[in-house]
Structures are given as structure tokens and as C-alpha cells.
């Protein structure tokens, strides 16, 4: 029985959606990526939403609108994929990594003691589709203590007076924190639709803007697109209307608008959100009701409950419910090296079961550690790697599929350790 890790979801009503995109005469941004903007922020609840070609440069222009200077700082956690660090230093800052807690999410006490005079960001990640905890960072970044020690260094930053909250959202569209969803908490959120992310255009992401007042998010929306096209005034599809040639070129943009024959595909799949994120629960819900009874086996998101507790108290407006968008299934397993994790990684492909590890901690990586990031540094993120194995998890994966995989990997398990 073959399990692929992570196939997108297409059926007849994307293959639809791309047809009509090809047989309209129009394939570059136009109608189509603005119905994906208009569904996404339907979804979210957010007044504006811009689509552009990844996460990667929606995060780059999103940090460029910030304004960073060679010695900004922007606080991001140790594990994560390298694109959270490298579009900071693409954005012409500084990423200060901090480690993670237990449940996989920033922690929050690492990024009071990172902050500095230079920080103007803190960028935390939404690992496998579980929401940080961004009451209790918002509840930090708006503290008077904070606050008096931010000193900006462009005029946005000026205007927002404290450090933005940016969030890596690159596998949570959807989830929710006391039944709102994450980008309602942060400043702009960065979703991608890249091929194995929930939603997908097979490369693309879309950024969401929830900026405080002055700013006004809809206007800036039309900054995003205008910089998302070269700065350029008019996108092509404008350009097309009969005698609508004239445009002007306002600042130094990116080319990183999505094309509409690659929004459709996302298109379909945002219509039909509530049954895609229904079927990716079932899965994961069944990987916990069996693997529960293992002790070996550490269940993804479960927080320590005497700190879940701490940190509710702590806050003036407490978390009561927490919807995990359900992207990926990081199990750890206990009682294993990582010599072990990889050969059942390996056992596993032998059955032509596709699994994973998220993620290498990127002081591992050679460009992070040329930079002088030392893993010892992050403890929790180390620790998580060595007994780090991803699950598949999709809507398409049959209850029959998910059942072969967890005999086996209960089965080679055993062999491992008892050998
Ligand atoms: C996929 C991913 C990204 C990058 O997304 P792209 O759309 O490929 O640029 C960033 N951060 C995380 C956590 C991701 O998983």
C-alpha cells in the first residue's frame, strides 16, 4: 500500500477552475486572484488580503514595508523552515533566533530576554498548523517596558510605535484562537499556498492585514499590489482595458504577483475549506486515538498543562480554546536515538510509506552556522529534531492507509528498540 507524504488535493472542481482560467484568454494576475483574495478574507475575517507568488517574498515586501536597517533585529524561533530566518536577511535585517517550548511554539520567555533597543519585529511561527500563543506576545510587545525601549528606525515603524507582530502562517490558515482566526492577532500574517501547504496554487502565498489605526488596511492593500508589480501602478490585466496604457512605475517593487491560472487552483480548494480541514482532523485524530496508548509516543501540541495553566493566569484575556489548522502530525518518539528515528524512517520507505522530519533546527544549517548560530543554544529545538518523525496527513489519506502506517510503524518500533 503506498503512502506518498503530502499529494495536493485536486479534483474535477480544480481542474475546472485552471480550464476556465486557460480558456478565458487571461493566465497572469486578474479576476482570479482576486476572487482568492476576497475568499481568503472572507475566511480570516480580515479587512485585506494580497496574494503574491510565496510566503518567502510575501514576508520579504511585508519586512520591507517595515523598513529595516542593517541593525534591526527580528526576533524568530530556532526550528522552523529556513525561509522564516532568510527572508529577514533578505529584507536587509537581522534574525535573532530564540528556542521553542515543549508544544513546538516560540517561547515567550526567550523573547523578553532577546529583545532589544533594535528589535522592530517578532516573527513567530504557527508550527503544523497549531496558533502560538500571540495574546501573550502581543500582551509583551504593548508592555510600557517595551515599549520604552523601542526606537524606530523608518516611519512606519515610527507610526506603529512598538514592535509588529509578523506571523509565519505558512501552515495555519484557519486555525483559530478563541474561535478568531491567527491573523486577527497579528499585525500582517503570511500565508503559503506552496504545493504541500493545506490550500495550495502550487507556488504562492498571500499576505493579511490587520494593521492598528492610523493605518488604514484596505489602502495599504493597493501598496502591497502596486509593490508585488515591479511598483508599477497598473497590473497587466489593467493595462489590457482599451485605451489604458498609461501607468507609472512609484517605487522600487518586487515581481512577485501571482498569476490567476495558479490562484484557481487555490480558488477551488478555499470553496470547499470547512470539508478539506474536517477530513485533515479525522486523520489526525485517528493517529492520537491509537498512538495514546504508547508511552514511548509524545503526541504533537500537547502542552504541559501546569504552564498552559501559568500562562493563562497571566493574561487579561485567557486562552479558552485553541483550532489547530491540522498541516502536519510531528510525533516524537521517547525512547529512541536519532540514529533509530532515521533507519524507522528508512523501514518505514521500504513499505513505501512516506514520512518526514520537521525540522532540521536551522543552527544546523551550514549558511546559519556561518553566521554563528550555535545549536547548543536552543535546547528544546534540538531535543525535538533528534525525536522528530512526520506523519502524512491530508484529507485524501484512507482510515485503511492510516491504519497500515501505524502497524508498521508500531511493528518496526518494537524491532528497533528490542534489538
Ligand atoms: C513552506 C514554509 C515557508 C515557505 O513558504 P513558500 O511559500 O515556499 O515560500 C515558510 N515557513 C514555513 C514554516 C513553511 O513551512
Not at 31 to 51: D, G, W, Y
Not at 88 to 109: N, R, S, W, Y
Not at 339 to 353: F, G, H
Request: charged letters at 25%; glycine letters at 4%; proline letters at 5%.
Amino acid at each position: 500500500m503506498k503512502i506518498p507524504f503530502s499529494p495536493p488535493y485536486i479534483d474535477d472542481d480544480v481542474i475546472n477552475e485552471v480550464t476556465d482560467s486557460l480558456r478565458s484568454g487571461w493566465i497572469t494576475t486578474g479576476p482570479k486572484v482576486k476572487a482568492l483574495e476576497e475568499e481568503t478574507e472572507r475566511l480570516l475575517n480580515v479587512q485585506a488580503c494580497s496574494a503574491v507568488n510565496s510566503w518567502t517574498s510575501g514576508a520579504i515586501l511585508a519586512l520591507k514595508w517595515l523598513g529595516l536597517k542593517p541593525t534591526d533585529e527580528v526576533i524568530v524561533p530556532a526550528y522552523t523552515y529556513c525561509a522564516t530566518a532568510m527572508a529577514v536577511i533578505e529584507a536587509g535585517g537581522k534574525p535573532v533566533m530564540v528556542d521553542i517550548k515543549e508544544d513546538m511554539t516560540i517561547d515567550e520567555e526567550q523573547i523578553i530576554k532577546a529583545i532589544t533597543p533594535n528589535t522592530k519585529a517578532i516573527l513567530p511561527v504557527d508550527i503544523g498548523g497549531f496558533p502560538c500563543n500571540y495574546l501573550k506576545i502581543k500582551e509583551i510587545i504593548t508592555s510600557t517596558d517595551i515599549i520604552k525601549l523601542f526606537t524606530p528606525t523608518s516611519e512606519n515603524q515610527r507610526v506603529l510605535g512598538r514592535i509588529m507582530l509578523l506571523s509565519d502562517s505558512a501552515h495555519s490558515i484557519g486555525a483559530k484562537i478563541n474561535s478568531q482566526s491567527v491573523a486577527n492577532y497579528t499585525d500582517i500574517s503570511v500565508l503559503s499556498f506552496h504545493a504541500v501547504k493545506n490550500i495550495t496554487s502550487a507556488e504562492g502565498g498571500i499576505i493579511c492585514l490587520n494593521l492598528p489605526a492610523p493605518f488604514d488596511n484596505k489602502e495599504l492593500k493597493k501598496w502591497f499590489k502596486v509593490m508585488s508589480l515591479n511598483g508599477q501602478t497598473k497590473d497587466a490585466f489593467a493595462k489590457t482595458q482599451l485605451a489604458g496604457w498609461r501607468y507609472d512605475v512609484v517605487d522600487m517593487g518586487l515581481k512577485i504577483n501571482m498569476p490567476d491560472v495558479n490562484a484557481a487552483i487555490a480558488l477551488a480548494q478555499i470553496r470547499k475549506y470547512d470539508y478539506l480541514l474536517k477530513e485533515r482532523k479525522r486523520v489526525f485524530d485517528r493517529y492520537n486515538s491509537c498512538l495514546q496508548r504508547f508511552k514511548w509516543a509524545i503526541l504533537p501540541f500537547q502542552t504541559n498543562k501546569n504552564e498552559e495553566e501559568s500562562v493563562k493566569s497571566s493574561l487579561q484575556n485567557p486562552i479558552s480554546e485553541i483550532e489547530n489548522a491540522y498541516h502536519l502530525y510531528p510525533l516524537r518518539i521517547a525512547d529512541i536515538s536519532t540514529d533509530q528515528r532515521d533507519r524507522l524512517i528508512n523501514m518505514l520507505a521500504e513499505k513505501e510509506i512516506a514520512t518526514n522530519v520537521h525540522y532540521i533546527p536551522l543552527p544546523e544549517l551550514t549558511v546559519f552556522k556561518k553566521m554563528g548560530f550555535k545549536i547548543s543554544d536552543y535546547p528544546i529545538a534540538n531535543k525535538t529534531f533528534e525525536h522528530e518523525i512526520t506523519l502524512p496527513l491530508y484529507p485524501q489519506l484512507t482510515n485503511e492507509q492510516i491504519d497500515f502506517l501505524l502497524e508498521n510503524l508500531i511493528k518496526f518500533h518494537d524491532e528497533i528498540v528490542n534489538k
